[in-house]
């Protein structure tokens, strides 16, 4: 008999690098082994009481669909707090709740493609981008970005040079996970110009918007291309207000037919969870500027207990990103897994190891990415220290090893 095959699509779709390890992890927690836990963006900052309080002032009797749009009253609250923040004039009609950033991506990838045709992205990238384009049958074209160059993206004539009959998109994570760089005004008016003349769109995945450090203002690409139709912004509460869980996301456009195509997509698949809108909409109306200062604040110091960290470790070599919560680190190791799998099967220090991703999966050329680790800054400070200090006894001995 021959055997069943499953489809190409799912044997492209990679596994996350994220969690690849996880079973690895849950493994050493059970032989009783503190896992310091750096591969994922899982914030430990306590979500807002305003969201919680949303939750639990839910009082229908039956849970609903919601609209396919999203709830009119969370469209209405976002959209006034975008305004307030970035005054670009946004209306509900330009905004689509969606389940999380991941499915406004998803609904960006199969509006803007058909299976085939290319998005450009600048390389190394968020690994599930390579997932997201393997369920959409859309090709991701890698534009690689150097830790040399604090990955910058590259200018417009080494971009062009990616473009092909088949290109429809530039796709753009500002502040980048997981390089933590964050794009200047000009480089911002460049990809618009190049969009514009080459009659592509750019999607721009805004997820980590306000978590910009230095200083550094808050930028939204509408304030830079006012209502421009060619311009898709994907956003969500995930990581500023620490709700991963809660899945509310957007998707912003000014262009008619691509909303009208992914709110189609959106009615197939019903709805955003009813009372977790809700409680997005209560929160938004009720917090204050405060917490995400705080928060900032925070992440900023986080981030500089890290790099200050790993400078200390001998081979290391990494810098301090501008934005998001996620930093590279080169190992002077020839496969950054290997070494990450070691650090959860075969070392403990006083009863505690360090879990980080190989940031090979973050990469659409793997080898580029092969001796490198990403790190999620989101542990508190002195836990973010002992974690890398732990890393840094775990490379001493996986290296006298090899």
Avoid at 5 to 13: G, L, Q, V
Avoid at 372 to 398: K, P, S
């Amino acid at each position: 008999m021959t055997p069943l095959r499953i489809s190409r699509r799912a044997e492209k779709t990679p596994p996350s690098p994220i969690r690849k390890l996880a079973g690895l992890a849950q493994q050493a927690a059970d032989r009783g082994t503190h896992v310091y836990r750096l591969n994922i963006g899982q914030p430990d900052l306590h979500s807002p009481r305003e969201f919680l309080d949303g939750v639990a002032s839910f009082t229908k009797e039956v849970v609903a669909y919601e609209g396919s749009q999203g709830s009119s009253d969370l469209l209405s609250t976002w959209v006034s707090c975008i305004n307030r923040d970035y005054n670009i004039g946004l209306a509900n009609e330009q905004m689509l709740i969606t389940m999380g950033a991941s499915e406004a991506l998803i609904f960006a990838f199969m509006v803007v493609c058909d299976p085939g045709d290319e998005i450009l992205m600048f390389d190394p990238t968020y690994a599930n981008y390579i997932g997201f384009s393997a369920i959409s049958g859309v090709r991701l074209v890698s534009l690689p970005c150097a830790l040399e160059d604090k990955f910058a993206i590259p200018v417009r004539e080494d971009i062009e040079r990616y473009i092909s009959p088949y290109t429809r998109a530039v796709l753009l994570c500002n502040p980048n996970n997981p390089t933590g760089t964050v794009c200047s005004d000009d480089e911002l008016r460049m990809l618009i110009e190049l969009c514009r003349e080459r009659d592509l769109f750019l999607i721009v995945d805004e997820t980590y918007r306000e978590f910009v450090y230095d200083r550094v203002k808050p930028r939204c690409i509408f304030e830079i291309a006012p209502q421009d139709p060619r311009v898709i912004v994907v956003d969500s509460l995930s990581k500023r207000f620490s709700l991963c869980g809660a899945r509310i996301g957007c998707m912003i456009t000014w262009h008619p037919e691509v909303m009208r195509a992914a709110f189609h997509i959106a009615q197939a698949r019903l709805s955003a969870p009813t009372i977790e809108q809700e409680a997005a909409a209560h929160m938004l109306r009720s917090i204050g500027a405060q917490y995400l200062q705080d928060a900032l604040a925070e992440y900023q110091a986080r981030r500089d207990s890290a790099v200050a960290a790993l400078s200390r470790i001998p081979g290391v070599t990494t810098h301090a990103p501008q934005g998001g919560f996620y930093l590279l680190a080169k190992l002077p190791v020839k496969d950054a897994e290997d070494f990450a799998t070691f650090m959860l099967t075969d070392f403990s220090r006083d009863g505690k190891t360090t879990f980080v991703a190989p940031a090979a999966g973050f990469y659409m050329l793997r080898e580029a990415g092969r001796s490198t680790i990403r790190i999620a800054f989101v542990l508190n400070r002195a836990d973010t220290e002992d974690a890398i200090a732990v890393l840094g006894q775990g490379l001493q001995e996986y290296l006298a090893r090899k």
